[in-house]
């Protein structure tokens, strides 16, 4: 079957640091691959994605990498901010040519502390 | 442009009682996604529509849940009757074809007391 593990959290960084979350997933063919945001007391939004191997995704400084050979998506960023504590979700859409749903992994909780 | 919306944003009710949340998604979307979220169970979907007409509604966890989607604009997550353990944030997110960005609305807290 089609599912995504991320990694547990909370993840705890200082601000500057360096962030990885990582990403892996299982799926039947070839699938979309994406990373979305949830800042306290909203909805999901889109962060980034991806839809073939070897594509980078990056937005607002994050960028994760398709990685077919490892079936990882991890995401990047160089130096994160306070602003960036949000709880990080990583998805799939399977390429399966019928009505696709997008599947979650768990989620990441990321806290940064000036 | 507007967004995904949801309402309300803030139920708080007692067990038995009937709830309805509403969805009205962005106006092109043909996917149409109800989800819940908890600290226990994560996300979870619950049940899709596509052009109106339910997908798949192997999340919905019992049948005191039930979803209609009588036009485009709007549909309505129903809860008959409502327990403790349904007290959850609920969204609604809309996309645009099979493979497009799901636009997520803010959610609708539900509390059963």
């Known amino acids: 079957g089609n599912s995504v593990t991320q990694m547990e959290g909370p993840v705890t960084l200082s601000e500057e640091a360096f962030l990885t979350i990582n990403c892996t997933y299982t799926?039947?063919?070839?699938?979309?691959l994406f990373w979305y945001v949830q800042y306290p007391g909203e909805g999901l939004q889109l962060l980034l994605k991806a839809t073939k191997a070897d594509d980078k995704g990056s937005n607002k400084g994050f960028e994760a990498t398709y990685r077919k050979e490892t079936t990882s998506f991890h995401l990047e960023k160089g130096s994160v901010q306070v602003s960036d504590s949000a709880v990080y979700f990583c998805a799939l859409i399977p390429f399966s040519g019928g009505y696709n749903k997008l599947i979650f992994g768990a989620g990441t909780r990321l806290a940064v502390h000036p | 442009d507007a967004g995904v919306i949801q309402s309300p944003r803030h139920e708080v009710t007692e067990m038995g009682q009937e709830v309805t949340l509403r969805c009205k998604p962005i106006?092109?979307?043909?996917?149409l996604f109800w989800y819940r979220q908890t600290m226990m169970r994560g996300l979870e979907l619950l049940i899709y529509?596509?052009?109106?007409?339910?997908?798949?509604d192997s999340g919905m966890p019992e049948d005191r849940f039930s979803a209609k989607m009588p036009n485009a604009s709007f549909s309505t997550l129903k809860i008959q009757p409502s327990e403790p353990r349904d007290s959850a944030v609920y969204f609604c997110a809309s996309r645009e074809g099979n493979t497009g960005e799901l636009f997520f609305g803010e959610g609708s807290r539900l509390t059963v007391l």
């Open positions: 799926a039947t063919g070839y699938p979309s």
């Open positions: 529509f596509n052009n109106n007409v339910p997908i798949d």
């Open positions: 106006s092109g979307h043909d996917y």
